[in-house]
């Protein structure tokens, strides 16, 4: 019987197999429609993602990504519905999609990285903004400044590593920035010497001291109490503290790290 109903319904629906099809692919082609506008909907995200970490990537001291154009040139008849029901324009059209999909999935991967770098960034600048020499070292009067000149002792034309504080012996010597005690001791025309490494290629020197309050190995941090300034060493012509700042060997000008809107008692350590 179920033969003969369906020899019969042949004969008197011939197109309903047809139609059924039909109907579904609709059906298909309206959710492949909705599917590809969120795709580009995604797509457009991405791209405003992207322009915001490149914001970000500056924010952190890093270099602009060089983006790959190819990346964000796609769209155009991708996003056309489908208007053809020839099977080989259809097939072309499968593969355009599959490449738009790739090149989003790839986006989001270079973009996760893209995050993960950035996060990484920010947060050894974090800890290197905590390291650097940031503050005036003790209270007093800067005297001799940075750079060549006559040396009041000597009685020749010398460098001058770091600037002088002239300052009352015993006065306290503060962290400018984080790191660890490296030398505690003894240096001929420095007299009492204490040396800071800070990483990232930088070191402080503070000389001519009258007592130190750290040992060599000790973690510090900005404004903690390190030492007092003195009046020792051959070359020291008064009570004063000489600050130096150097990077990878190299004395800088330590008034370039001293930040003059910042009281010294705003950070120090109570």
């Known amino acids: 019987m179920f033969g003969t ?4 319904n042949e004969f008197i629906n011939p197109d309903s197999e047809v139609k059924t099809l039909k109907k579904n692919n609709a059906l298909l082609k309206e959710k492949f429609d909705k599917l590809l506008q969120d795709y580009k909907q995604l797509d457009e995200r991405i791209i405003a993602i992207s322009n915001q970490s490149h914001d970000l990537r500056l924010k952190a001291n890093l270099e602009p990504l060089q983006t790959d154009q190819n990346l964000y040139g796609i769209g155009g008849s991708v996003f056309v519905p489908i208007k053809t029901s020839s099977v080989s324009k259809i097939y072309n059209y499968l593969e355009d999609v599959d490449a738009f999909v790739n090149k989003i999935s790839l986006k989001v991967k270079l973009e996760k990285n893209n995050y993960e770098e950035i996060e ?3 947060k050894d600048n ?3 903004y905590d390291a650097l020499p940031a503050i005036k070292p003790c209270v007093g009067t800067q005297a001799d400044d940075f750079g060549m000149r006559f040396h009041p002792i000597l009685k020749i034309l010398r460098m001058h590593n770091g600037i002088d ?8 010597v ?13 240096r001929s025309g420095y007299g009492l010497t ?3 490494e800070h990483g990232y290629g930088y070191r402080t ?10 040992k060599k190995g000790q973690k510090v941090k900005r404004g903690d109490l390190i030492a007092n300034s003195g009046n020792s060493g051959k070359l020291s012509t008064g009570p004063h503290l000489h600050y130096e700042v150097r990077h990878n060997g190299i004395a800088l000008d330590p008034r370039n790290f001293i930040y003059d809107d910042v009281n010294i008692f705003e950070v120090v350590k109570k």
């Open 165 to 172: 504080f002239i300052t009352d012996v015993g006065t306290k």
């Open 194 to 196: 204490l040396e800071i």
């Open 5 to 8: 109903f369906m020899v019969f």
């Open 205 to 214: 020197i503070y000389a001519h001291l009258d007592g130190i309050n750290v």
């Open 120 to 122: 990484s960034a920010i």
């Open 174 to 186: 503060y962290c400018p920035g984080g790191g660890t005690i490296d030398f505690v001791g003894w």
């Open 126 to 128: 974090e800890k290197m």
